[in-house]
């Protein structure tokens, strides 16, 4: 089974749109191995997105995800990563399917409620800035 990390942003978290959210990553077949609730600081948010670093968005970026709560979470399942990043849509929800989470969500492009990993090998060193591996459902049996 292939991993992606999902991130619950502070507009999702703040918005209490949590459950409704799961609910649709789960009816899509995904298997969550992890989760928490984090307040990010913008060193950690920074660290985390330093690849946008150069980028125009980038600051505005790192102050919206440390304006709040954010949920990250270890998904699972075939084509996780294309499967997820199918289901939350266009990060600009204007620009997103209709169904997708975005779509249905999303208040702008920086709001848009969530984060899933662009590919397998982002999608590793993701999870793991956020969770060991002993974190993970699948590989502790005292969580399974």
Do not use: W
Not at 60 to 79: C, R, T, W, Y
Not at 82 to 100: Q, V
């Amino acid at each position: 089974m292939e991993r992606t990390l999902a991130i619950l942003k502070p507009d999702c978290v703040g918005r209490n749109l949590i459950g409704k959210v799961i609910d649709r990553i789960e009816r899509e077949g995904f298997k969550i191995l992890a989760m928490k609730m984090v307040r990010l600081t913008e060193q950690t948010t920074g660290e985390f997105y330093a690849v946008h670093r150069k980028r125009p968005f980038y600051r505005d970026l790192v102050q919206f995800m440390s304006s709040g709560h954010a949920i990250p979470m270890v998904l699972a399942k075939e084509n996780a990563v294309n499967d997820f990043r199918k289901l939350i849509g266009a990060t600009d929800p204007a620009e997103a399917e209709s169904g997708t989470i975005r779509h249905e969500f999303a208040e702008n492009k920086q709001n848009n409620i969530v984060h899933g990993s662009d590919s397998v090998r982002t999608a590793k060193s993701e999870i793991a800035f956020y969770f060991s591996e002993k974190e993970l459902v699948e590989n502790n049996p005292d969580l399974s």
